[in-house]
């Protein structure tokens, strides 16, 4: 009997061990930052209502999940191809949505916000410029970006594949990768019972408006 509850109290903690692994994504590789170029073309807007970006934080005992919201951002486009392009997020807009008020969800965010993972008094934004777009049809996508990620004032260049789609008045791409925080400078580990992964998840949906 003892064996057999052994057993089970295992089989409980690998499916939580399982459960809270970060998302099956992509890993975006990370490389040192890339000079930035200029780029022509015409300009659309990103439409900072219409776009989101999310992200999936886990642990040892479970996840979290939010938002955080774009303050503005331009992408360029020449004969129908996307030619470079940056957004900028607002850190301070930190949000989780797994949680509803009264349970942590401001005790949380506030902690997001603190110098143990983002530090947004200090450092208020976060942004990302393409360096290079080539057509890459692998696992679904149509190019594969690569471009310097900036958190904290740490930047890292880094490539992910995505799906874009460009018409005469809009541009929509979209995209799902895994970073390592630490490669920005995030250390915490969080409890000694709890420790935090050093993943985070981004899901990325971008849409435009022409501007020029």
Partial sequence: M???????????????ASCTKAPDAQKAETKEA?????????????DTQASIVKWIGTKRTGRHEGTVKIQEGLLSVKDGNLTGGSF???MNTIEVTDLKAGEGKEK???HLKDPDFF??????TAKFEITGITPDTTGGNTHRIEGNLTIRDVTKNISF???????????EASTNFNINRKEWGIQYEGKKDDLIRDEINFDI????????
């Fill in 161 to 171: 594949g995505a799906k874009i789609n460009i018409s005469e008045n809009s541009v």
């Fill in 108 to 110: 949380l965010e506030k």
């Fill in 2 to 16: 003892k064996r057999y509850i052994l057993w089970l109290s295992i089989a409980g903690l690998l499916i939580v």
């Fill in 119 to 124: 530090d947004t008094q200090k450092f208020p």
């Fill in 34 to 46: 890339k000079e930035v170029t200029d780029v022509s073309g015409s300009k659309f807007k990103i």
């Fill in 88 to 90: 900028v997020l607002n």
């Fill in 205 to 212: 949906q971008l849409k435009t408006e022409k501007s020029s």
